[in-house]
């Protein structure tokens, strides 16, 4: 999947812009603050219908205006092209579009752009809680398994809906309660086979490519999935449980505490991992994910987002990580640093097409452009 050209309005800081990119590699530098992240999340918003920064949309408005749009046209492996335009008013709902044509459902277009984002905030992945781990596996399954992102919605109303009756003062009605678990068992036996299968398969490729990129064969990484589907089925637990549920008002058991352990020679990551292993760890787990997404399905390649990943990294490391993603496993690159020679090193390193680009208070001006890119005259 390539983004050969955005059109943005009123996003955050980012009055307007309109930006033709490179199919390969695309730079963009500038102080903190000065937008880079923000346009990052733009095309993050395209493929995924929300920011990976803001829970509530509003908040993405440029302050003083009423709304916001992005536009963004895309070409798929097969050479499709398609145009997708998402838009929000202050107060009104969001409305996204696939070639001028409403979807259905917002859910339904998870998996049309799949894209993959690096960046500090995945350290939350290591230092915070189980909610963490869960939205990344959400966020990896969701992209090809259309099945498993319908029972993740469908357990988490049931879920909801479950909670609210197991907090009333009054007795609920057991007959609801026994619907609501029946429902939830049977998405919660599909979400476990499918997150274990995603596990199974993306662990050798994570823990190939934290070699390569560490550099150190002796460095040993892992993950383990830890769930309650290990226990069987949840229904038996969910009756065990209703009436401590009741006490403590919320549901103790189900794929919705499922976590990931992970591990840096047979050791918590969390506590054992220095700064720059706990950062290349980070760094293997998004690449792998990349590199697996593009295994599933047809017309798969990812875009890679990296956000100011190099921060914290050390020589050996930084160097790795450059090689790699400017090697032919990676199609479209986008990457954001405020250290220009972090950048001119991945062009220097490069034997695609490229642009770099300057960021200043939400502007973004286009400063060199290198080779034919198809598509972006």
């Not at 499918?194 to 993306?202: H, L, P, S, V």
């Not at 992970?262 to 050791?267: K, V």
Request: hydrophobic share 35%; glycine share 6%.
């Amino acid at each position: 999947m390539k983004l050969n050209h955005i059109h943005i309005l009123n996003y955050k800081n980012i009055r307007e812009a309109k930006l033709k990119f490179s199919s390969n590699v695309n730079c963009f530098v500038g102080a903190n603050g000065m937008g880079k992240t923000n346009f990052l999340d733009a095309i993050y918003y395209l493929s995924f219908a929300k920011s990976a920064v803001n829970v509530v949309d509003n908040y993405n408005i440029t302050h003083g205006e009423g709304f916001f749009m992005l536009q963004g046209e895309y070409t798929d492996d097969y050479g499709s092209v398609d145009m997708f335009t998402c838009s929000l008013k202050q107060g009104s709902r969001k409305h996204l579009k696939r070639n001028d044509k409403d979807y259905r459902k917002i859910s339904e277009h998870i998996g049309s752009v799949p894209l993959v984002l690096i960046s500090p905030a995945d350290s939350s992945l290591v230092s915070g809680g189980s909610e963490e781990r869960r939205r990344f596996l959400n966020g990896v399954i969701s992209q090809y398994d259309a099945l498993y992102l319908e029972a993740v919605m469908r357990y988490e109303r049931s879920l909801k809906q479950r909670n609210t009756l197991m907090k009333r003062e009054e007795e609920p009605d057991w007959g609801v309660v026994d619907v609501l678990e029946d429902l939830m068992a049977v998405d919660a036996k599909l979400i476990f086979e499918k997150r274990t299968a995603f596990i199974e398969e993306f662990l050798p490729i994570f823990q190939d490519l934290y070699r390569k990129l560490s550099g150190k064969s002796s460095e040993l990484v892992d993950i383990e999935y830890l769930s309650h589907g290990h226990r069987g089925d949840l229904k038996k637990l969910l009756i065990e449980e209703r009436q401590k549920a009741r006490i403590i008002g919320y549901t103790l058991h189900g794929v919705h505490k499922d976590d990931l352990d992970f591990r840096l020679n047979t050791y918590p990551m969390k506590r054992e991992g220095s700064q720059g292993q706990t950062k290349t760890y980070l760094i293997a787990l998004k690449m792998a994910q990349f590199l697996y997404l593009k295994t599933k399905g047809e017309k798969r390649v990812p875009i890679l987002l990296l956000d100011d990943i190099f921060d914290k990294l050390d020589a050996d490391r930084v160097s790795q990580i450059v090689k790699y993603v400017s090697g032919d496993d990676f199609g479209q690159i986008f990457i954001t640093d405020t250290n220009r020679e972090h950048l001119d090193s991945i062009v220097q390193e490069t034997t695609h097409d490229y642009c770099l680009f300057h960021v200043s208070d939400g502007h973004i001006i286009s400063e060199t452009y290198a080779a034919d890119t198809t598509g972006n005259d």
